[in-house]
């Protein structure tokens, strides 16, 4: 079957820096997405990798590694406003996204 | 760029109430569009995907006849839940993919939270 593993909850530190790690497994690969989602708001898209290495836009990072199933989105910088869910989505060899379930990331000040 | 726009944001109704959400593409074409259901801390979950011009492809287990998807033209897709319950209260999200390649992302819509009383 089609899984896609990430952490439920986390918490860091206003300033500091998070890595929430997802790790998949699906029939074919075509790409693994980030999005952010506030509570009772849609998601927002963050990053999409397709290819091995790392992706930064601004605070936020994106690494993919195909071979291991493995992806992590790194957060720089916390900010109180980063607060949020954070969706990790894998589109398979039929272009379908599978979901992970989300990682609540709470910032502390 | 890549606006979606979902409407009505919130709707509280009566029971046996037939209730449309409309999901548009501002500033793109949206061959796609996907209709996600969402509840209270858990993830996405997938109802259906419509192409313009095409029947929608339902998911498992999503009831075809209660969820009606319309997918006109380029820019709307309309869910019609008909004869709404309380158990289909949820947070309805949409999402549209546009033109190219089929890895484009996909942007979301604000959700409409659907309260059945």
């Known amino acids: 079957g089609q899984n896609i593993d990430q952490p439920t909850e986390m918490t860091a530190t206003e300033g500091a820096i998070v890595q929430i790690n997802c790790t998949y497994q699906t029939s074919g690969f075509n790409g693994l997405f980030w999005y952010q989602q506030h509570a009772g708001e849609a998601p927002t898209f963050l990053s999409y990798n397709v290819l091995d290495g790392l992706e930064e836009k601004g605070r936020f990072s994106s690494f993919l590694s195909r071979s291991k199933g493995y992806s992590y989105l790194l957060l720089k910088e916390l900010q109180m406003k980063d607060s949020a869910s954070y969706l990790c989505a894998v589109m398979d060899s039929n272009y379908q996204l599978i979901w992970g379930a989300g990682t609540k990331l709470i910032i502390k000040p | 760029g890549a606006v979606v726009s979902q409407h009505p944001s919130r709707v509280i109704c009566k029971s046996g109430t037939s209730v449309k959400i409309e999901c548009r593409s501002l500033d793109f074409q949206a061959t796609t569009m996907f209709w996600y259901r969402q509840f209270p801390k858990k993830s996405l979950m997938l109802m259906a995907t419509?192409?313009?011009?095409?029947?929608?492809?339902?998911e498992q287990g999503v009831e075809k006849d209660k969820f009606l998807i319309n997918h006109a033209s380029l820019t709307l897709s309309t869910l019609t839940v008909t004869s709404a319950h309380p158990e289909d209260s949820s947070f309805y999200i949409c999402s549209a993919r546009g033109l190219g390649a089929d890895n484009q992302p996909q942007h979301f819509g604000d959700g409409t939270r659907l309260s059945i009383l």
């Open positions: 419509s192409n313009e011009g095409s029947k929608a492809t339902y």
